[in-house]
């Protein structure tokens, strides 16, 4: 799934910033890399390009810019802002993403959501933990040297205007989040909602105390290990971590709230509720750790949601246990209820054989062809048993029905799409609109037709935009404009519910693939094994 990360920089110095990109630099001190020589290593791999910049380097542009508007010339002054796209490790493999795509993705979302700022893009193929994950920098001066159109994530007019900063509120976040998760559904790519919180939350302070705490742990196991011995601890753990095992351990078997405390406590957590939200307070600390900076697993809603389910279950085991008579046998047996979704275990499709064998292949392509079938008959019977099919019959009926459940989410997704782009248009147009409001006030402003008809026509481009916007409305009846921070949570709502079908439609697609490659081995294997049945029946007689 694509992630967003924001940093800011006081750092004067916008060389620093493309250097960081070009070189090689230690993932916890974020110092150059040298080699042996004392120069700089340069990354393998990498692509990077600049906007606005005029044909100049990125430091000279920014840096002529600052001086030519007067801004950014004290310490205390943000010089630049940085955005990281990355993407999921699976989407290169999976989905096809390779560097190039993804920094021409990073160019059009620099370009259309940081217009009017000088920028520098760079993409690099893997993350400095090497985790596969492409990634995109995108570097901007925060001074903006054009004036711009007014975007959702703006607020107040100064935000378009040439000479004035870039802005990252809390709202510009959000907004540019839900962005990358419409460009990620818009590429077919892994995606998650990173509108409504994680699970897991793990800022950036606990990341690298767990790098950290991990290379000092790997330094101190490495004599052990060239002699023989076996590390007693071979991963480390943040002390969050660890909190998180222990409430995980205590709602596994906890089927009540006071019984989830009295579990924590043994642990020596302390669970404290304090208007509605929980927070967890360990023995090392005088302050307790709130749910929040947990994870949404460990707020209040999701707690009591897990015991109700451990009570539940808990009073349906306790129901489900006969009462055995005392004399003779019962004849119950017990029954395996069956599985809803097999292992993704990768089953491919049998090789035709002798079809292949006709078109010219050699002895050596048997051989293989003949080692693949029978792997892929034993995959496919397994998916077959773990389905819990008894007959083709039933296995045909499960893939018609999985066509159907992936169609019909595949409707529900196009019509939330459909109501989504409704709701871009009109945001476009209310914020055109609302850009329009100086000019149409100073023609209410003007004394005489004649002062109108001169101020209309000084103020032309305005008024055919107000004009067309207006159109706009009235053809779709909107007599009432919506509030527009209201109508940007309505855009996030729906993009949030569009992630959650995408998601779903995803994991149904696969699933319908999967068993549709079982459905054709089993009919090709059936249709293999029918020839030798009738040679059978007919030595016999």
């Not at 699933?511 to 294997?525: A, G, P, W, Y």
Request: charged share 30%; proline share 4%; net charge positive.
């Amino acid at each position: 799934m694509a992630t967003l990360k924001h940093i800011n920089s006081k750092n004067a110095d916008y060389g620093a910033a493309e250097q960081y990109l070009l070189f090689e630099h230690d993932e916890f001190t974020m110092k150059p890399v040298l080699d042996e020589t004392g120069r700089l290593i340069p990354r393998e791999d990498y692509r990077l390009s600049t906007l606005n910049c005029g044909g100049e380097d990125f430091a000279v542009a920014c840096m002529r810019a600052n001086l030519r508007y007067g801004k950014n010339q004290r310490r205390e002054d943000v010089k630049s802002h940085h955005y990281i796209i990355s993407f999921d490790p699976r989407d290169g493999p999976d989905n096809g993403l390779t560097v190039d795509r993804a920094q021409e993705l990073g160019e059009k979302f620099c370009a259309e959501h940081f217009p009017g700022h000088q920028a520098l893009v760079c993409t690099h193929p893997d993350g400095h933990n090497h985790s596969g994950n492409i990634h995109v920098h995108i570097v901007i001066n925060s001074l903006r040297i054009e004036e711009v159109p007014f975007l959702p994530y703006m607020d107040r007019p100064a935000d378009t205007k040439a000479d004035c900063k870039h802005r990252c509120t809390d709202a510009a976040l959000r907004y540019f989040k839900s962005e990358v998760m419409e460009m990620c559904h818009r590429e077919g790519l892994y995606q998650i909602d990173l509108l409504n919180g994680s699970k897991n939350r793990v800022t950036d302070r606990e990341y690298w105390a767990q790098k950290k705490g991990q290379a000092a742990l790997d330094k101190q196991n490495a004599p052990m290990i060239a002699g023989g011995i076996t590390p007693r601890q071979t991963k480390f753990e943040t002390n969050k971590e660890k909190l998180r095992q222990v409430i995980r351990k205590a709602l596994a078997t906890a089927a009540s709230f006071d019984e989830f405390s009295s579990l924590l406590l043994r642990e020596g957590v302390t669970v404290k509720e304090s208007r509605g939200r929980l927070s967890y307070l360990t023995p090392d600390r005088t302050k307790p750790i709130t749910a929040r900076k947990l994870g949404d697993d460990f707020d209040r809603a999701a707690v009591l949601a897990v015991l109700e389910q451990n009570a539940a279950r808990a009073a349906e085991k306790a129901a489900a246990i006969p009462e055995y008579p005392r004399h003779g046998k019962t004849g119950i047996q017990p029954t395996k209820a069956p599985k809803t979704a097999p292992k993704q275990d990768g089953v491919q499709r049998l090789v035709d054989i002798e079809q292949k064998m006709a078109e010219g292949k050699g002895q050596g392509y048997e051989r293989w062809a003949t080692m693949h079938n029978l792997k892929q008959m034993a995959a496919t019977l397994n998916v077959y048993q773990e389905y819990g099919f008894t007959s083709p019959e039933q296995l045909e009926a499960a893939v018609d029905t999985a066509y159907q459940e992936m169609c019909q989410t595949s409707g529900k997704l196009k019509t939330l799409e459909t109501k989504l782009q409704g709701k871009k248009e009109l945001q476009q147009q209310v914020l055109a609109y609302a850009k329009t409001k100086p000019a149409r006030d100073g023609l209410k402003a003007q004394k005489s037709e004649k002062a109108r008809a001169a101020y209309r026509q000084a103020n032309e481009s305005d008024f055919i935009i107000a004009e067309a916007a207006a159109r706009y409305f009235k053809a779709h009846g909107i007599t009432k404009l919506p509030a527009r921070k209201a109508l940007q949570a309505e855009i996030e709502q729906l993009i949030s519910e569009k992630d959650g079908l995408y998601n779903t439609y995803h994991e149904q697609k696969q699933r319908f693939k999967e068993l549709q490659t079982v459905k054709r081995n089993i009919d090709q294997i059936l249709r293999r094994e029918e020839p030798h049945r009738r040679k059978e029946q007919s030595h016999e007689r």
